[in-house]
Every structure is written in structure tokens, then in C-alpha cells.
């Protein structure tokens, strides 16, 4: 088992940026790669973007590239996403997830342990 633990959302204007942090405890933290994902209010979750146990390996949405940065502190058993240029369309919440596997996960179905997420506000 391991136990996720997202902080750093909150309001921000549109042009802004915020960046969220995902604790972890229990299992070895780089047995997991690591996601994130988001829920806009009515809409599926989606993914944002995913890093590789040694985080050689990234991925992100189309919708975020080049605006967020994902990456992992192995040493402190914490994943970051770095969110800049913030759109109001990026107003979600976002939750940290992971799974054991060796590839980078894109789909929500491929995550075993989920965090309880954390609310992003973009305001235009």
C-alpha cells in the first residue's frame, strides 16, 4: 500500500501559476511511477501527465504541454506538477496517482492508488 497526499492548490488568476506537491508514504516510493490527473466539474477524468520510477520517461497531455512540468524528488518521496501560464480551462481537481509497473501510465484503469486531489481555481 501506499498513501498519496496532494497539496499546493488554490486560486490563481489566468497567466498565473501554482504547484502542487504529492506526498507519499508506505511502499518504496520508487517501485511507483507517478500521475496526475484532473476533474473539471461535469467532465471525465483526464490525464495531465506521468513520470517514469526514475523519471527518465514523461508524458503529458496535449493540453498542458509546454505549460506544466512533471518531475519527482526521489530522496523527499514526492512528485511535483509544475503548473504555469494557467488558463481557466485548467480549473479542476487534480489528484496524484500511482502504480507499479515499469511504463508510464496515461489512462486512469492503468493507476492502483489514488490521492483524495486538491482544487485548482483559474479565474479570468
Known sequence: QVQLVESGGGLVQAGGSLRLSCA???RIFTSYAMGWFRRAPGKEREFVAAISRGGVSISYAD???DRFTISR???KNT????MNSLKPEDTAVYYCAAHGRLRVGV???EYDYWGQGTQVTVSS
Request: aromatic share 6%; proline share 6%.
Open 73 to 75: 524528488d526521489n530522496a
Open 107 to 109: 489512462q486512469p484503469n
Open 63 to 65: 493540453s498542458v504541454k
Open 24 to 26: 507519499t508514504s508506505g
Open 79 to 82: 512528485v511535483y506538477l509544475q
